[in-house]
C-alpha cells in the first residue's frame, strides 16, 4: 500500500545527475536539459514448463503522478553500476528479482537499444533465457528495500497484456514481447 506521497526538491542523487547542454546546430545557439543517468540490463524469460513469459510488477513513483496508482509490469531489469560484465549483471538480477539461477551462458544478447532520449539517453540491453523450476532457489522480489511481484503471463495472452492499456508497462518489455513472439514458437527458434 501507498500512502504519504509528497514531492520535494531533490538536492542530491547518486542515481540521477541534472545536467544542462549548450549547443549550436545550424547557427542556432541551443539549450537542452537533460538527466546523465546509469546504463540497465533487461532481461526476457521464458518460463518453460508454463510457456508463459516472466515479468516484475512493481512500484515507480514517477509514474503514481500520472496515473494515481504507480504500478508498472516490466522485463526483469538492473541498472549498470557493478564493475561487472552486462551479462554477469543480468545473471545477478534475475537471481534477485526473479529467483532464477540461469547459468550465464544460457542468457542470449538480444540488442542494446536508447531509452529515454528526450531527457536521458541512456543504453538498455535486452537479453533473454530461459528459466524452469530445477533453476529455482528462491521467490525473487528483490533485495534490501526493493518490493517485486514476480508475474507470469501466458504465452497464449501476451498480445492482449501488451495492448492492454490498463496496465503501464515499459517500452522494453513491449519489445521484449514482440521480439519474442516474431522469434519463438512456443519456446522453440523459428527456422
Not at 500500500?1 to 545527475?17: A, G, L, P, Q, T
Not at 557493478?82 to 545473471?91: F, G, N, Q
Not at 529467483?99 to 551462458?105: C, D, F
Amino acid at each position: 500500500m501507498i500512502k504519504n506521497v509528497r514531492i520535494i526538491e531533490c538536492e542530491y542523487s547518486e542515481y540521477v545527475k541534472p545536467k544542462r547542454i549548450e549547443y549550436i546546430q545550424h547557427d542556432l545557439p541551443k539549450i537542452w536539459d537533460m538527466v546523465e543517468v546509469h546504463d540497465s540490463v533487461a532481461i526476457l524469460l521464458y518460463h518453460e514448463e508454463r510457456d508463459s513469459l516472466v515479468v516484475v510488477k512493481q512500484f515507480r513513483p514517477p509514474v503514481y503522478l500520472k496515473n494515481n496508482d504507480g504500478y508498472t509490469y516490466e522485463l526483469c531489469a538492473g541498472i549498470v553500476d557493478k564493475e561487472k560484465s552486462l551479462v554477469e549483471i543480468a545473471h545477478e538480477e534475475i537471481l534477485e528479482e526473479c529467483g532464477y539461477h540461469v547459468p550465464i551462458e544460457q542468457i542470449e544478447r538480444i540488442t542494446s537499444f536508447y531509452t529515454a532520449v528526450g531527457f536521458a539517453g541512456s543504453v538498455q540491453t535486452l537479453y533473454a533465457a530461459h528459466v524452469n523450476e530445477t533453476m529455482r532457489v528462491s521467490e525473487g522480489g528483490g533485495v534490501d528495500v526493493e518490493s517485486i511481484e514476480v508475474i507470469e503471463i501466458p504465452l497464449s495472452e501476451a498480445r492482449g497484456f501488451v495492448m492492454d492499456e490498463t496496465k503501464a508497462k515499459t517500452p522494453g518489455l513491449m519489445f521484449g514481447f514482440g521480439w519474442f513472439l516474431e522469434n519463438y514458437i512456443a519456446g522453440t527458434p523459428k527456422g
